[in-house]
């Protein structure tokens, strides 16, 4: 996986302990999988993705990402209903991989409570936090 | 502290994501990624550095009555020249480790065994040899063995050969020239490098394995990678597993292990007559006597998703009926309208994509049959699977060269 001086974390997102990545656009926020997360699991090739019109709820899983290696879930970094699914990921798994941030975003709420977002990590104390951490398994 | 192989710097540059495997550290990936390593062994080539791997070199008299003794596999028309895989049992027809058994001539053998096995199978022919004149000698540090599989190994190995070009024209599936530890090696790579140039391998396709002196294999490794330029792909042990278990081979300790060898896609690695019975006495050939309810297959699935090995259940009809030993995404396959095709497959149609398919091997408590539908289910999800005879279609590995 990348080392440090790679990761590509950016400054206009914020951060889950769980790796992934939120980007707010009025009371919506669109959520995906971080260069941390992606460079620790390798070759995404398949993505289990939300309805929209679902739930999702802070913390908790909404679908999972099969790597060659393993199975991860993904996490919601807030809670709100599932307004859109990027639907090219069925066909494109690597997009994940290869755009993590643009063509790579997995779902999009509508927050229910866009405070959430005060409670997750700016890029600074992300990237101070992953230096804490073994590589995941 | 993890033991590492001679290219392992070679790891480390080609950013490989390095893993404890047996006790040694191994590239799962490099950078390239598993997913296109794995298409790089079907469609050109792809190097591997198998470098863990032990190796037993027996001589004397009475080794092929050793062998005999203690592998499952009947050697008395195995040609010098030629190798076979076998299974190694122990008194109670459990797997010790598998192996593949080469017959050099002049009472003598190599056995090459998986990672970390080289003293305990070592100890194990040694404990049971009842016969006069025999050596088993570990010769694991004096040598290494790299992997090139694919259908673009063949030309590469052309270029390289110094000696012996010509033996590869017509070498067949399990048939291998040269030996390592010999100067004079009738196969030789450039600056006189010995080599055993075996047309072997674990993913399927065709293929080569070659066994040299450790302190060359750096050189051999850049000298494959030169020749082979954009047709030659360095590959970790994802691909590696993820290649076996489309070819429909086990993995020692995973697929067959300390339970009985018996009703397993490799039994032809028992001795077995066309009446059926074996052709001879072999360590563990008593335990064949008693019944057994274990069965192994390989089943594919209908999409990408795997479970957990080991920590997953083998459903039939909702009812538990086994275990999953294996469980990949063989990423050059997928199906259209229910058939599996290739990326190899000359016949697959226009909308076929590979997206990869879930493969590998379930153990069962009764007989199943191809095309019967099982599920597989760990703590995560259920997946639907059909029990098979073969996964991966197209393999090259017994193509005329």
């Known amino acids: 996986m990348k080392s440090l001086e790679e990761l590509d974390i950016r400054g206009d997102l914020v951060y889950t302990q769980t790796h992934e990545w939120t980007r707010r656009t009025g009371d919506t926020a669109q959520v995906g999988v971080d260069d941390y997360a992606q460079s620790a699991l390798g070759d995404i090739v398949y993505v289990e993705l939300p309805s929209v019109g679902a739930t999702v709820n802070a913390g908790a899983a909404f679908g999972s990402l099969e790597s060659t ?6 996490y919601s970094s807030v809670t709100g209903k599932v307004v859109a699914v990027n639907e090219t990921l069925s066909d494109s798994p690597e997009l994940v991989n290869t755009s993590p941030y643009e063509d790579g975003w997995v779902i999009e709420v509508e927050m229910a409570n866009p405070k959430e977002l005060d409670a997750l990590m700016k890029s600074d104390d992300y990237l101070s936090f992953v230096k804490t951490l073994a590589p995941i398994e | 502290m993890l033991r590492k192989t001679a290219l392992n710097a070679i790891h480390i540059e080609l950013g490989g994501e390095l893993t404890d495997f047996g006790g040694w550290e191994m590239p799962l990936w490099y950078s390239t990624g598993s997913v296109r390593e794995h298409l790089a062994v079907i469609e050109k080539s792809g190097l591997f550095d198998i470098g863990h791997m032990d190796l037993l070199r027996l001589k004397g008299k009475d080794t092929f009555n050793l062998i005999q003794l203690c592998l499952t596999r009947n050697i008395s028309n195995l040609k010098i020249g030629a190798c076979a895989y076998s299974v190694i049992l122990n008194e109670q027809g459990h797997v010790v480790d598998d192996t593949i058994v080469y017959n050099l001539g002049k009472d003598e053998y ?72 010999d100067p004079a090696s009738e196969t030789a790579l450039a600056g006189n490098i010995p080599i055993l140039l075996s047309r072997t391998g674990y993913t399927g396709e065709v ?24 047709d030659v792909t360095p590959c970790g042990l994802a691909a590696r597993d993820s290649l076996r278990t489309g070819a429909v081979l086990p993995l020692s300790h ?36 008693a019944p057994s309810s274990l069965y192994t297959y390989p089943f594919c699935g209908f999409d990408p998703r795997k479970v957990e090995v080991c920590k997953a259940s083998l459903l039939l009809d909702g009812a538990s009926i086994g275990t999953v030993s294996t469980c990949a995404i063989d990423m050059a396959i997928g199906r259209v309208d ?37 599920t597989l289910k760990d703590s995560r999800r259920s997946i639907e699977a059909e029990i098979v005879s073969d996964i991966r279609p197209n393999r090259t590995a017994r193509v005329k060269i």
């Open chain 2, 110 to 181: 190599i056995l090459i065994v998986n990672a970390a096995m080289g003293p305990v199978v070592r100890q194990h022919l040694i404990q049971r040899n009842t016969f006069q004149n025999v050596t088993v000698m570990d010769e694991s540090g004096r040598f290494s063995k790299i992997d090139l599989q694919g259908p673009a190994s063949t030309v590469i190995m052309k270029k390289l050969l110094e000696r012996g070009r010509g033996t590869i024209e017509g070498l067949r599936y399990f048939q291998f020239r040269g030996d390592y530890a």
């Open chain 2, 338 to 374: 229910g058939r599996v095709y290739s990326v190899a497959s000359p016949d697959r149609p226009a909308s076929f994509k590979a997206r990869g398919l879930v493969c590998g091997f379930v153990r069962a408590d009764r007989p199943l049959k191809p095309g019967q539908k099982v």
């Open chain 2, 207 to 230: 293929g080569f394995e070659i066994v040299m002196p450790y302190d060359k294999v750096q050189d051999v490794w850049n000298m494959i990678i030169d020749a082979g330029g954009s």
């Open chain 2, 254 to 289: 995973q697929d067959i292990g300390s339970w009985p060898f018996i009703n397993t896609p490799w039994d032809f690695a028992l001795p077995r007559g066309e009446d059926g019975k074996f052709t001879k006495d072999f360590i563990g050939s008593k335990t064949y006597d």
């Open chain 1, 69 to 74: 290696k393993a199975v991860s879930d993904l």
